[in-house]
């Protein structure tokens, strides 16, 4: 009986199966009629929806051209001084690309149909420093220079753009600029900018050794970025990486490396700006600075007696340790 019922089932299951190839349409399936313009587009690569994109932001394209179809010329009737100093910046070169005087004032149209009637415009002048940098940051932010700006430390000093730039330059600043190959949107030279507030490092410059910045022969943002940087005091690279793009003899690498410059860098030793000791030194003694590391209570101390500050012995470390920086022939820096 049960073999019975099982061969019933099996048969059952088999006459279903055969059913449903029968009822299954054969070959492939039919293909819904594509328009010509659209086959067309598909064979050459063409996505429908790339397209679509495309014409959208053509259109998007035209409608901010449309609105900026007034450009400088539209002020030049009543804002013939703001215009010609505009004129005299890299932004005037740019403005057929969407960089006019609505980039920065905002929609001039009503200005315009009223005559400059208040409160038609952007005013710059009434802005807050966010607002004035995030006006220049809607262009500059894009840029590696100026990414790092709202961490900056001058935007958190309350320090603008235009605290150091200046979007409309005289005649007078243009020529006098251009005399030494600065740009006209920069107010004075940078190390001018830099010290009328950094006043303790323009002391530090007049000190007997110091980097010739006053000189001319560097500048502030040769080490540091204004606009701002991941690094602290806004170095543009740490300070070994920037002290030995001109100090190439401690560049390295060495066998043995002091340990200060690979942890510290440079300024374990040195002082960034300007020094009253020799070679730019912490401290007068070269003694003394080599103890505050190599010290008894350091655990580093030195072998022998002339390591201490007594009267009894004299001479600096680098009497004997001449290789201060590093060396490939001796770990004690001796050569």
Same mark, same amino acid.
């Given at each position: 009986?049960?073999?019975?019922?099982?061969?019933?089932?099996?048969?059952?299951?088999?006459? /279903?199966? /055969?059913?449903?190839?029968?009822?299954? %349409?054969?070959?492939?399936?039919?293909?819904?009629?594509?328009?010509?313009?659209?086959?067309?587009?598909?064979?050459?690569?063409?996505?429908?929806?790339?397209?679509?994109?495309?014409?959208?932001?053509?259109?998007?394209?035209?409608?901010?051209?449309?609105?900026? +179809?007034?450009?400088?010329?539209?002020?030049?009737?009543?804002?013939?001084?703001? @215009?010609?100093?505009? =004129?005299?910046?890299?932004? +005037?070169?740019?403005?057929?690309?969407?960089?006019?005087?609505?980039?920065?004032?905002?929609? @001039?149209?009503?200005?315009?149909?009223?005559?400059?009637?208040?409160?038609?415009?952007?005013?710059?002048?009434?802005?807050?420093?966010?607002?004035?940098? *995030?006006?220049?940051?809607?262009?500059?932010?894009?840029?590696?220079?100026?990414?790092?700006?709202?961490?900056?430390?001058?935007?958190?000093?309350?320090?603008?753009? @235009?605290?150091?730039?200046?979007?409309? %330059?005289?005649?007078?600043?243009?020529?006098?600029?251009?005399?030494?190959?600065? +740009?006209?949107?920069?107010?004075?030279?940078?190390?001018?900018?830099?010290?009328?507030?950094?006043? +303790?490092?323009?002391?530090? /410059?007049?000190?007997?050794?110091?980097?010739?910045?006053?000189?001319?022969?560097?500048?502030? =943002?040769?080490?540091?970025?204004?606009?701002?940087?991941?690094?602290?005091?806004?170095?543009?690279?740490?300070?070994?990486?920037?002290?030995?793009?001109?100090?190439?003899?401690?560049?390295?690498?060495?066998?043995?490396?002091?340990?200060?410059?690979?942890?510290?860098?440079?300024?374990?030793?040195?002082?960034?700006?300007?020094?009253?000791?020799?070679?730019?030194?912490?401290?007068?003694?070269?003694?003394?600075?080599?103890?505050?590391?190599?010290?008894?209570?350091?655990?580093?101390?030195? %072998?022998?007696?002339?390591?201490?500050?007594?009267?009894?012995?004299?001479?600096?470390?680098?009497?004997?340790? @001449?290789?201060?920086?590093?060396?490939?022939?001796?770990?004690? /820096?001796? *050569?």
């Amino acid at each position: 009986m049960k073999k019975l019922l099982y061969y019933l089932i099996t048969a059952t299951g088999v006459v /279903f199966l /055969f059913g449903a190839f029968d009822t299954a %349409p054969s070959g492939p399936a039919p293909r819904t009629a594509i328009p010509a313009s659209t086959a067309k587009s598909v064979s050459s690569g063409t996505c429908l929806r790339a397209t679509t994109t495309a014409a959208t932001s053509t259109a998007r394209t035209t409608a901010i051209v449309a609105k900026s +179809s007034y450009g400088p010329e539209a002020c030049v009737d009543c804002h013939d001084d703001e @215009v010609a100093a505009f =004129n005299r910046t890299t932004h +005037s070169k740019s403005w057929q690309h969407g960089m006019a005087c609505e980039q920065c004032h905002g929609d @001039v149209t009503k200005h315009v149909e009223s005559k400059g009637a208040e409160g038609t415009i952007v005013s710059v002048a009434k802005m807050t420093p966010q607002k004035l940098s *995030e006006t220049c940051l809607k262009c500059h932010e894009k840029k590696s220079e100026q990414s790092h700006w709202k961490v900056s430390e001058h935007a958190r000093a309350g320090v603008t753009c @235009v605290t150091c730039h200046d979007v409309h %330059p005289s005649k007078e600043q243009k020529s006098s600029a251009n005399a030494v190959g600065k +740009s006209a949107m920069i107010r004075g030279t940078q190390t001018e900018l830099c010290l009328s507030c950094h006043k +303790s490092t323009e002391a530090d /410059f007049n000190k007997p050794t110091h980097h010739r910045v006053l000189e001319g022969t560097m500048k502030c =943002n040769d080490c540091h970025n204004p606009h701002g940087s991941d690094k602290p005091h806004q170095l543009r690279a740490d300070t070994k990486t920037l002290c030995v793009k001109c100090h190439q003899d401690k560049r390295g690498p060495f066998l043995y490396e002091h340990s200060a410059q690979t942890m510290d860098g440079c300024v374990a030793c040195h002082e960034q700006h300007g020094s009253a000791a020799r070679n730019m030194l912490k401290v007068r003694d070269v003694r003394e600075l080599c103890l505050s590391c190599h010290s008894a209570e350091m655990g580093v101390g030195p %072998p022998h007696g002339r390591g201490n500050l007594s009267t009894t012995t004299a001479g600096d470390c680098t009497r004997c340790h @001449v290789a201060i920086h590093g060396s490939n022939r001796d770990k004690y /820096f001796i *050569e």
